[in-house]
């Protein structure tokens, strides 16, 4: 279920705060998040913000695409390793034997 139309969307007005000092000062800062639920608002663009994943800080730089997504979209908080079983494996194998036998190709 959204957020109400009425209430709007929700944005951390102390993180807020910190990017637009950050964009003040002349250097390139990351600035440190917990608020993954936060939205991104047109402020925002420009800035990178360090989000929380739950382990460690994920640097996102923040563009116009972004406008209305979550914080919490861009900094993944599992580890996609690959899909496993018998098949996935034989394919792999397979992919293996044959990247070895390929030519190599050099350019003139």
């Avoid at 993944?76 to 034989?90: E, L, N, Y």
Wanted: aromatic residues 4%.
């Amino acid at each position: 279920m959204s957020r109400s139309l009425k209430k709007g969307p929700y944005i951390d007005e102390h993180l807020l705060k910190k990017i637009t000092e950050s964009k003040k000062s002349s250097g390139r800062v990351i600035v440190k998040t917990w608020s993954r639920a936060c939205a991104i608002s047109p402020e925002m663009v420009g800035a990178t913000v360090g989000v929380h994943n739950g382990r460690e800080h994920i640097a996102v730089l923040i563009v116009e695409d972004m406008i209305g997504h979550k914080l919490g979209e861009f900094s993944p908080t599992r580890k996609f390793r690959r899909h496993g079983g018998r098949m996935a494996k034989d394919q792999e194998s397979t992919d293996v034997k044959s990247a070895e036998t390929k030519p190599s190709e050099t350019k003139s």
